[in-house]
């Protein structure tokens, strides 16, 4: 198959940014969404920057909207950039509006994708997302990076239509598929465990002073996820400028005050996740723990692996999430918690 048409279903940060490059590589591109997300992309398009740069350094591309999706036939691709939590309704709904068959591709966090997706399109493939992007307003996004996308199924299933949909993603951003899809998959879960823990601290929201106590907790954290994961048998997997799993426990091994520059140095390139967009700017309640940490307290247990670190996190955001008026804690406040949860 090649691509009439590339179609972004939910324009948020992620979706944006694919939009906007594709459309400055000159590609068949549209997104499709809420109709006050597609009335604003029709009149002003999309406007997005690198980094620091900030919004003043945009630069405007319009890609098409497709308001109904009943257009689409077996040679075009849905692109879901919705979160996990989203994508059942997205998916079903795009499935009875199709006329056609189209290729489907989900990009969520998180791997309920891969039994959501299965269940309306019979062909279907998954992305993990390897850059970091936030969503100032619909139709500004920032960056860091363009790409990496890694696409493949759990199966190696649709090995052609996946190298042929990267070979078009390509030309906006780098793009690859991969015959170990569940390694690069598990891999980026760990990365993402780093999500709950900048949320709990409002990391991107506020100055953190104390660095000592979030070093420690983000790498007790990420060290642990890959325990676990490699205990359930998958394999590191290079994704962009992830850090890998060498690297991981490499740091988390070295003490504290030697690795501590690199670590500020790190934190000051961090991003607002989405996870924390969603708590502090759009107050919602549902995110993605239960995607992530929830996922990886529960292979824990599935391998029996310990994982206090992970565990305890899990239960301190499930309760503070949960609630309206939530606050970010301090580093020493949440290591704290931490350790009254489980003996660490």
């Not at 594709?22 to 999309?46: F, K, S």
């Amino acid at each position: 198959m090649i691509p009439q048409r590339i179609v972004i279903v939910g324009p948020g940060a992620v979706g944006s940014c694919i939009a906007a490059w594709l459309a400055e590589a000159d590609l068949d591109v549209y997104v499709h969404g809420r109709p006050q997300a597609m009335t604003l992309i029709e009149e002003r398009g999309i406007r997005h920057y690198k980094g620091r740069r900030g919004p003043s350094s945009a630069r405007r591309l319009k890609p098409g909207v497709l308001r109904s999706l009943e257009v689409l036939g077996e040679d075009d691709i849905l692109v879901f950039c919705t979160k996990n939590r989203d994508l059942e309704e997205a998916a079903a709904s795009a499935a009875r509006a199709c006329s056609g068959r189209p290729f489907a591709l989900s990009l969520a966090n998180g791997l309920e994708n891969q039994t959501v997706l299965p269940r309306h399109f019979a062909r279907h493939a998954f992305g993990i997302v390897g850059f970091n992007c936030w969503l100032d307003e619909i139709g500004l996004v920032g960056w860091q990076s363009r790409g990496p996308l890694v696409l493949g199924t759990p199966d190696n299933s649709f090995v052609k239509e996946c190298g042929e949909i990267a070979a078009q993603l390509a030309r906006g951003l780098p793009a690859e598929t991969t015959l170990r899809f569940q390694d690069a998959a598990h891999a980026k879960l760990v990365v993402n465990l780093a999500n709950t823990v900048t949320t709990l601290v409002g990391q991107g929201y506020r100055t953190i002073d104390d660095i000592a106590s979030l070093q420690r907790i983000l790498y007790r954290t990420l060290a642990e996820g890959v325990r676990v994961v490699e205990a359930a048998g998958h394999r590191g997997y290079k994704i962009g400028d992830m850090p890998t799993f060498g690297l991981i426990r490499a740091l988390d091994a070295m003490p504290a005050v030697l690795t501590r520059g690199i670590f500020k140095r790190n934190l000051d390139h961090m991003v607002k996740s989405s996870m924390s967009q969603d708590i502090f700017q759009k107050g919602r309640r549902d995110t993605e723990l239960e995607s992530l940490t929830g996922y990886l307290v529960r292979l824990a247990g599935e391998v029996s692996i310990a994982a206090p670190w992970n565990e305890g996190l899990y239960r301190i955001a499930k309760q503070g999430f949960s609630d309206p008026g939530f606050k970010p804690l301090e580093p020493a406040t949440l290591l704290s918690m931490l350790g009254r949860s489980r003996s660490l």
